[in-house]
């Protein structure tokens, strides 16, 4: 899959979630995930102790809390939408500090605060500790179609290559007298936008021909053969499996 990629999520480290194999962790996120959505909303201690399972993981990982809020910040669009519900849902209406809020909604804003939140938590606790290469090399062990992952791949490659470009756009505008005050500098920004999309486009056929030129037939060489023992899915299963026992008292209780 190519050299490794640094991305701005990524904590460098050397704790033991750091060091389990990709594959394992990914799927330990997308089955914690799934447990939380299946988790009663009125069961609010349940959310308690998944927040508690996280930290424990965010503190085996050597993950700040500080640096771990910092990106759950990527949730706020969904935060301000469940704050509306209480005020948009019908049904049966309660008191609270002198507004009319409806009950359903406030389930409802809480199913969505809880669950959102928790699962983008573990997204980020996921990314923290993985760095995108071997993500890319995680899905492709879980069997992903190999054509999204290469799409992926590129998108990932390439992704710093245009911003790159645009820099270099922006400071040859700028050494040149130009800076973007209204709206009669936007044909200039357009322009360069147009320009932009045709050097991107031709630079992917010029990779493309030089991959085919290689011996491209539609399939990456898989370089590193990520493999996982019995210990580290039981390790890496561990936050999951805890989670369902979790649930299934919530439903019980």
Not at 187 to 194: E, F, H, I
Not at 204 to 224: F, K, Q, T, W
Request: hydrophobic content about 55%; some cysteine; charged content about 15%.
């Amino acid at each position: 899959m190519g050299a490794g990629h640094a991305h701005r999520l990524y904590r460098h480290g050397h704790s033991p979630v750091h060091a389990l194999p990709p594959h394992t962790k990914l799927a330990a996120v997308f089955a914690f995930v799934v447990v939380v959505v299946s988790t009663p909303r009125e069961a609010m201690w349940a959310f308690a102790l998944y927040a508690v399972l996280l930290a424990s993981v965010a503190y085996a990982a050597r993950v700040p809390a500080g640096f771990l809020l910092k990106r759950l910040l990527i949730e706020v669009p969904f935060v301000a939408f469940a704050v509306l519900m209480p005020f948009v849902a019908e049904g049966d209406r309660v008191g609270v500090l002198g507004l009319s809020l409806s009950v359903n909604g406030l389930w409802g804003a809480w199913n969505v605060l809880a669950k959102g939140t928790l699962g983008v938590a573990a997204s980020v606790l996921l990314a923290s500790t993985t760095e995108l290469r071997e993500l890319l090399l995680g899905l492709q062990r879980l069997k992903l179609p190999p054509l999204l992952v290469q799409i992926a791949s590129f998108m990932i490659r390439y992704g710093d290559v245009i911003t790159d470009e645009m820099r270099r756009m922006r400071i040859a505008r700028e050494s040149r007298g130009f800076e973007a005050s209204g709206v009669r500098h936007w044909g200039v920004l357009a322009k360069s936008a147009g320009a932009l999309f045709i050097r991107s486009y031709e630079r992917g056929e010029r990779v493309h021909l030089a991959m085919v030129s290689r011996g491209y037939a539609g399939a990456m060489p898989v370089i590193d053969e990520v493999t996982a023992s019995r210990a580290q899915w039981s390790s890496a299963l561990a936050l999951p499996g805890a989670a369902l026992l979790v649930c299934l008292l919530g439903w019980v209780l």
